[in-house]
């Protein structure tokens, strides 16, 4: 008979954590989500993740399999290190180590970077099933990619492969908060989006867009292009265009399937920008008429299940929802 078994998945970002317990046909069993204590991080671990954690264990005990940590930054996954994560407020912090010594049951732990956990949830549970080659492109408050290749993880020599928010394209582009100008993220991003409709709505030296500047939201921005602003219109069209020449440099190296475009924002502005965005990289790249390199819009319900998905690959098991067969 299959016995049933469950994973735990943690997304740490920089204003909340979520968790979630997920069983093996990617079924979210149990959510919750809390703020994130940006001070004390070895307290905040032991206290607040630890806590949430054994109650999981209490109450679905043997069953779980292991747990999936993803956190922002630079971090180094063997060691179980968060090295630097800029929103977190965490330098070389022993986040593994903080928790297996705060939870009641041995468990297995597994630490990665949110973009590369989301590319695995995508994998076992989202827009990515049954895909062995496909980039994953999250564009939220920052920008940040993953992928597959072979059904392998790319991960790279420091674990920073496919971290290409801070690639800088423009010389001449906006100063970027990393110290740097011209980064992609500074276009492709929330803040990003923000920041350089500021700057437009200030230059227009018009009093409606200059009394919204400095109070608009990404969200409002995307309903402005709906209803043809052509401020937001321009912007749209200045993001399109990025994504587009970031998914034609992402086909030439790695020849994905699929690119799958997750994040808020990125969900948010997927039916919009996409045909632009594919017409865009088609016209930078070889030309080939068969098999095109499909876009696909991210479909997990939260993003610990890419924490968690984690567990799964990993342990290197597969879970029903791609292997039917009996244990
Ligand atoms: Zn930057």
């Given amino acids: 008979m299959h016995r049933e078994t469950y994973t735990i998945g ?39 993740i630890g806590k949430q954690v054994n109650i999981f264990i209490k109450k679905y005990g043997s069953s779980i399999t292991g747990i999936g940590l993803a956190t922002p930054g630079y971090i180094d996954p063997v060691a179980g290190i968060v090295k630097n994560a800029v ?24 630490l990665q970077r949110d973009t590369v956990a989301e590319t695995l949830g995508e994998y076992y549970f989202g827009a990515g099933k049954n895909c062995q080659d496909f980039v994953f492109l999250g564009i939220g408050t920052g920008f940040g990619a993953g992928a597959l290749t072979s059904g392998q993880l790319l991960t790279g020599f420091h674990n920073m492969a496919l971290e290409i928010g801070h690639l800088s394209v423009d010389e001449k582009g906006p100063q970027c908060a990393c110290g740097n100008v011209g980064c992609i993220e500074t276009i492709l991003s929330g803040k990003g989006l923000v920041n350089r409709a500021n700057e437009l709505f200030a230059a227009s030296h018009d009093p409606v867009y200059e009394k919204m500047k400095d109070s608009i939201t990404a969200r409002k921005i995307i309903s402005m292009a709906k209803a043809h602003d052509p401020i937001a219109e321009e912007l749209m069209g200045k993001m399109a265009k990025s994504l587009g020449f970031i998914c034609a440099v992402l086909k ?26 594919e017409k865009e990289m088609n016209a930078r790249v070889f030309k080939m008429d068969d098999r095109p390199t499909r876009f696909y819009k ?30």
């Fill in 10 to 48: 943690i997304d740490i970002g920089g204003t909340k954590i979520a968790f979630a317990l997920i069983d093996g046909e990617g079924v979210v069993r149990e959510d919750k989500k809390i703020p994130t204590g940006l001070s004390g991080s070895t307290e905040f671990i032991q206290n607040e």
């Fill in 87 to 110: 929103n977190l407020n965490w330098k070389d912090v022993h986040v593994v180590d903080i928790l297996k010594n705060s939870i009641e049951k041995p468990l297995p732990i597994y």
């Fill in 252 to 277: 030439s190296v790695i020849d994905p399937e699929r690119f799958i475009i997750g994040g808020g924002l990125g969900k948010a502005i997927f039916n919009m920008l996409t045909d632009d965005v």
């Fill in 298 to 327: 991210s479909s997990l319900k939260t993003s610990a299940m890419g924490a968690g998905a984690m567990v799964w690959y990993f342990n290197n098991i597969l879970p029903n929802s791609l292997n039917n067969k009996n244990e």
